[in-house]
């Protein structure tokens, strides 16, 4: 925990943080500010020191305090593997103020398949890094090792000039949860490198947003992006190399099988593995 304290601006705000991580343990209710103020029985003191470490900026650095969890990790858990593994996901915080920055009417990932329900919160993206128990077949948990925060470029009026319009559309591009996604795990890739993992593999769990070919054109070296796609998607070979110059070059190959018949092929051998999840190993 002392290791943190660099993190932070001053020695007291890190005692205030400290404070705070010991209420979000001890926390029943909601895990808000207040909730974790009242955990730690500093309900009846002055609680505008304990805002003002997250309102006011400088005084801590995020970045630096995922950098550090990130070398405690590679010192004490993952110096001897050859292979890291991580999730990466979008989540959803829900917000009450129609001014809270990044905040808008978002799709509720918890609503029932047969009707679409909106939800008004910010959006983040996260990156995790799985510790299990054993080499094969255990349960893992994971430790967040980076956040930020996705919000949606903001769409300019109807009379607005093009020069906002065209804005507009580049920032859309850029804050996209894809492109968002693969950004952070470059990151990862870069802060990994730099703390002397170069030689190990990262590999990366996503969810099927993210296997398209803004992420999977963009896979950084020594990482591999485990993702799922439709069942129906169209898969073609790479295109045949030829040495007539003649017309443009090829992009797509032959046209493969679709996953499903893939699936359902004798000729394709399978090789079965067991994997843990829920509880319990499964074939």
Same mark, same amino acid.
């Given at each position: 925990m002392s290791r943190l304290s660099k993190a932070f601006n001053q020695e007291r705000e890190f005692y205030k943080a400290r404070e705070l991580a010991y209420g !979000? !343990?001890?926390?029943?209710?909601?895990?808000?500010i207040t909730g974790l103020i009242g955990a730690i029985g500093k309900q009846f003191t002055d609680w505008s020191s304990f805002y003002r470490l997250f309102q006011e900026e400088g005084r801590m650095d995020v970045n630096? $305090?995922?950098? $550090? $969890?990130?070398?405690?990790?590679?010192?004490?858990?993952?110096?001897?593997?050859e292979t890291i593994y991580a999730h990466m996901d979008d989540t959803l915080l829900h917000k009450k103020g129609k001014k809270v920055n990044g905040t808008a009417w978002r799709r509720d990932p918890l609503g029932?398949?047969?009707?679409?329900?909106? $939800?008004?919160?910010?959006?983040?993206?996260q990156l995790s890094i799985a510790l299990s128990q054993s080499s094969v077949n255990s349960p893992s948990r994971s430790i967040p090792v980076d956040i930020q925060h996705c919000p949606t470029a903001k769409k300019p009026k109807k009379n607005d000039s093009k020069d906002k319009?065209?804005?507009? @559309? @580049?920032? *859309?591009?850029?804050? @996209?949860?894809?492109?968002?996604?693969?950004?952070?795990? *470059?990151?990862?890739?870069?802060? !990994?490198?730099? *703390?002397?993992?170069?030689?190990?593999?990262?590999v990366v769990s996503v969810d099927g947003s993210y296997t398209n070919r803004t992420v999977? @054109?963009?896979?950084?070296?020594?990482?591999?992006?485990?993702g799922r796609i439709r069942k129906d998607?169209?898969?073609?070979?790479?295109?045949?190399e030829s040495?007539?110059?003649?017309?443009?070059?090829?992009?797509?190959?032959q046209l493969l099988q679709t996953p499903e018949k893939m699936r359902k092929d004798d000729k394709i051998p399978w090789q079965e593995v067991r994997a843990f999840a829920a509880g319990k190993s499964h074939l």
């Open positions: !979000l !343990l001890n926390c029943n209710g909601r895990h808000t630096e $305090i995922f950098s $550090i $969890i990130t070398d405690i990790l590679l010192e004490n858990e993952l110096s001897e593997k029932p398949p047969f009707h679409t329900n909106f $939800i008004w919160g910010q959006r983040f993206l319009w065209e804005a507009y @559309k @580049k920032r *859309k591009e850029r804050t @996209k949860l894809s492109f968002q996604g693969v950004q952070r795990i *470059k990151a990862l890739r870069v802060s !990994l490198d730099e *703390k002397g993992a170069e030689e190990k593999t990262l999977l @054109k963009q896979i950084p070296e020594r990482t591999v992006i485990i998607s169209r898969i073609y070979a790479l295109p045949e040495n007539s110059n003649r017309g443009r070059r090829k992009i797509y190959g």
